[in-house]
């Protein structure tokens, strides 16, 4: 596609619940990021893929998160047993790892997640 | 590590007047610099980057930012801003490449622009 795609687009669970949050990044993009936005707050790092690489997981918060991808291509983050503090917009962005170093990183729309 | 510190939390400013965000960083490294805008129900899209050369990096909609190593500051501004650029603006940095250009981002400086 043109730009990342993420589904779905808004999303109300029940406390306890579990959620799928999926991203399509930039067709050629390597690199995949998962960003968290609480209300009023800025961005916050989860986690980040690159090629076949481990990804870098330092960002996640609990146990209770978790995100996987396939090849160079769609990622899901998984949240485990939602809790009201887990409300937040999800933000998915891809970038090309062979691009010089600061390349741009182009994001999604978010996910907005509810949780009550 | 990396950090990065957006001095405003709001800017409020009427129609044509100029504006400055203000964006300070820390790092141990040689950093790019990023100011990114969220308008109202929108991603994340990139006003403008520094990564080297020219301090002075012109990006669209007539904003411009400033790298100042030995300030650690990269304030954006604008000279006359419109209603359309109502929205709230993030500095990131990213730190080198072997972190994989991740972004640290400020807090967000949300401008309201006045008629």
């Known amino acids: 596609g043109a730009g990342v795609s993420q589904s779905p687009s808004n999303k109300v669970t029940e406390k306890g619940k579990d959620v799928e949050l999926r991203c399509d990044p930039i067709?050629?993009?390597?690199?995949l990021y998962w960003y968290r936005q609480r209300l009023g707050q800025g961005l916050e790092f989860l986690i980040y893929f690159q090629g076949n690489s481990a990804p870098d997981k330092s960002g996640l918060p609990s146990d209770r998160f978790s995100a996987e991808r396939t090849g160079e291509s769609v990622s899901t983050l998984t949240i485990q047993r939602t809790q009201q503090e887990d409300s937040a917009v999800y933000l998915c962005?891809?970038?090309?790892?062979?691009?010089?170093?600061?390349?741009?990183?182009?994001f999604g729309e978010g996910s907005w997640l509810t949780v009550v | 590590a990396q950090s990065v510190t957006q001095l405003d939390s709001q800017v409020p400013v009427f129609e044509e007047a100029p504006v400055e965000l203000r964006c300070n960083y820390s790092s141990s490294v040689s950093v790019y610099l990023f100011w990114y805008v969220q308008y109202p129900n929108q991603g994340l899209q990139l006003l403008l980057k520094?990564?080297?050369?020219?301090?002075l990096v012109k990006g669209i909609n007539g904003f411009e930012a400033e790298f100042n190593k030995s300030q650690t500051s990269f304030h954006l501004r604008k000279p006359s801003v419109h209603i359309s650029d109502t929205a709230e603006y993030f500095c990131?940095?990213?730190?080198?490449?072997?972190?994989?250009?991740?972004?640290?981002f400020g807090g967000g400086t949300r401008v309201l622009v006045k008629p």
């Open positions: 067709s050629g993009h390597t690199a």
């Open positions: 520094y990564l080297s050369g020219s301090t």
């Open positions: 962005a891809s970038s090309q790892w062979e691009a010089a170093i600061g390349n741009t990183i182009y």
């Open positions: 990131a940095v990213s730190g080198s490449k072997a972190a994989g250009n991740k972004l640290t």
